[in-house]
């Protein structure tokens, strides 16, 4: 009887060891940003990127896509147009802070984390989630901008909600992290993401800006924010949502606009111009604002006055346009030098 007491007394020591060991074996890790004033809309573009993250596991050697995950931000997948990380608006605008949560979780992990490049919004910052803007990640599914990483610190599960005015990432490092298959990341086993549409070049506009180089600054950060933007049939492409504030603390600088006046954000109309000359003679485009600086022009970029657009954020005057044709267009910019190019491609 004896015996067999110490039999079971040194089974039971023997579980507790192993229950011991394999609770050491696992690292728990945690982040949370505010939702400090954030609309409706951003609330629920948040919701639908922490459902689509929560519950994904990543083994080692495994790798993980915020964008392959999160998939497409469209309305047809019930995104809302909201304000993004510096002001403008977008469809599924709000999206980076669970992507920003996430990866202040990951950067508390012990243990090798291989994050693929990782862009934030830096000086640009215009919301209020975390206090650095070299903090805010950005991510955006058109362009690539992605949230990725590969993990070689052991076994790992995510979580994510939103509760009581915050988004929590919880992740688990170790023996504990639960492996659901449905939602594993493994790399090249990860879900491709879909193939780009063939393009056809249908419309396109260059203009020369000048030397100055606050100019070429503010034109590139406008040219960056508009570029590869796609419109479906109905849409409209608005340049001050997109473009946003042009403010110093978002990266602009004081230069001269179209009428010689030194201004912050000056030379950011010229970037409008050049998508007025590359749509103006589309069919399928219809003009919903537009204003030109008229008499006042006094700059070169245009060698007319009614090519000159005029937009100010500020005061609310804006240039948009709607297509109206079959299927999408995809708006290009790009500044070569002091050659600024727009092409417009339809998506067949």
């Given amino acids: 009887m004896l015996r067999r007491i110490l039999s079971l007394m040194l089974a039971f020591a023997l579980l507790a060891a192993l229950a011991a060991t394999a609770s050491a074996g696992s690292d728990y890790y945690s982040a949370r940003t505010p939702l400090n004033g954030a609309s409706q809309a951003k609330r629920n ?24 995950t999160v998939g497409p931000r469209t309305t047809e997948r019930g995104f809302m147009e909201s304000p993004n990380g510096r002001g403008a608006m977008v469809t599924g605008g709000g999206v980076a802070q669970a992507a920003t949560t996430l990866y202040l979780a990951l950067l508390n992990v012990r243990g ?47 979580e994510m909600w939103v509760s009581d005015g915050y988004v929590y990432c919880s992740i688990t490092v170790g023996t504990d992290a639960i492996a659901d298959t449905d939602s594993w990341f493994t790399g090249p086993a990860a879900p491709a993401a879909p193939a780009a549409p063939a393009r056809r070049l249908i ?29 479906q049939s109905g849409d409209t492409l608005s340049f001050n949502d997109i473009v946003g504030p042009r403010f110093k603390k978002y990266g602009y600088k004081r230069g001269t606009n179209g009428r010689g006046a030194r ?41 007319s006055s009614s090519d000159a657009i005029l937009t100010d954020y500020d005061s609310g005057r804006d240039f948009s346009f709607r297509y109206t044709g079959a299927g999408s267009i995809t708006v290009y910019l790009s500044l070569d030098g002091q050659d600024l190019t727009c092409e417009i491609y339809r998506n067949e």
């Fill in 112 to 158: 090798d984390i291989a994050f693929g490049p990782i862009q934030t919004y830096g000086d640009r910052f215009a919301d209020n989630y975390v206090e650095d803007g070299s903090q805010a990640v950005i991510t955006d599914y058109n362009t690539g901008t992605d949230l990725s990483f590969t993990n070689y610190a052991d076994a790992m599960s995510i």
């Fill in 263 to 303: 201004i912050v954000g000056g030379g950011v109309a010229q970037v409008a111009s050049v998508m007025w000359l590359a749509v103006k003679d589309m069919d399928d485009v219809s003009i919903v604002e537009k204003s030109t600086y008229g008499k006042r022009y006094n700059q070169h970029y245009v060698a």
């Fill in 203 to 231: 419309a396109s506009a260059t203009i020369h800006c000048g030397d100055e180089e606050n100019v070429l600054h503010n034109i590139q950060l406008a040219s960056d924010s508009l570029n590869d933007t796609t419109l």
């Fill in 45 to 68: 573009n948040i919701n639908l990127a922490v459902q689509a993250i929560t519950g994904v596991y990543i083994p080692y050697g495994g790798s993980f896509s915020f964008n392959e």
